[in-house]
């Protein structure tokens, strides 16, 4: 068993893979004894993921607020509390808040061979953005 106490540092999302303030917690990094890495993710209002993929897919479980996810090519749907969304492997999606609400959730994704768990892509524009959301219920 592995035990790791509470009180890491909370890390602002970067520039690069986010569209507005997001912050992230780690929770899991993979290494030698597990591929598997999961962090919790809290947008801000308006804030989201740039495009991006993960080579061995990943895994969203919502934990508070509402917010949205859409694959390329894909609708924009809406997403709450207790949601799990899987993502297939080099599917390429974004995911954030919706304009007037925060949203947080557990993301989980599994590193390849080379440990690579995400390749980021160019920024979700305004107007990918503001599609209208099919609701998930």
Known sequence: MKFTQSGG???S???SWFTGTVFIDGIRNPDGQS???CAHVRFTPGAR???HTHPKGQTLYVTDGIGYVASRGGRVQE???GDVIYI??????????????FMAHIAIQEADDQGQVVMWGEHVT??????PATATN
Do not use: C, L
């Open 126 to 131: 305004d107007h990918e953005y503001g599609q």
């Open 9 to 11: 540092q909370t890390a």
């Open 88 to 101: 297939e492997p080099g599917e390429e999606h974004w995911h954030g808040a919706t304009a007037d609400r």
């Open 79 to 81: 997403i709450r509390p």
């Open 35 to 37: 591929a598997v890495g």
């Open 13 to 15: 999302g970067p520039e």
């Open 49 to 51: 993921t740039a495009w």
